[in-house]
């Protein structure tokens, strides 16, 4: 099911993701890892809510267009 379906399904909106002072970051050649703390802001029917103590975490490869994100993940911590 594609983000918005579900969205629009379960009363979801007004979303947006904050992502902290990453616990995380390396780098070795053209790859780098990335690990932070993040919380997630919506509506659920009109309603607040707020799901904090996710972490958000980052693949990357240096590519000669730059920095690109080669596999990532939002969990529960």
Known sequence: MEEGAYDEKNGITDGAATIGTPWTVGVTGDRAY????ATYTYKQHGKPVRESHSVFTVALKRTQ?????TGWTWSKH
């Open 34 to 37: 990335f690990v932070a703390p």
């Open 65 to 69: 267009a730059g920095w690109r994100i």
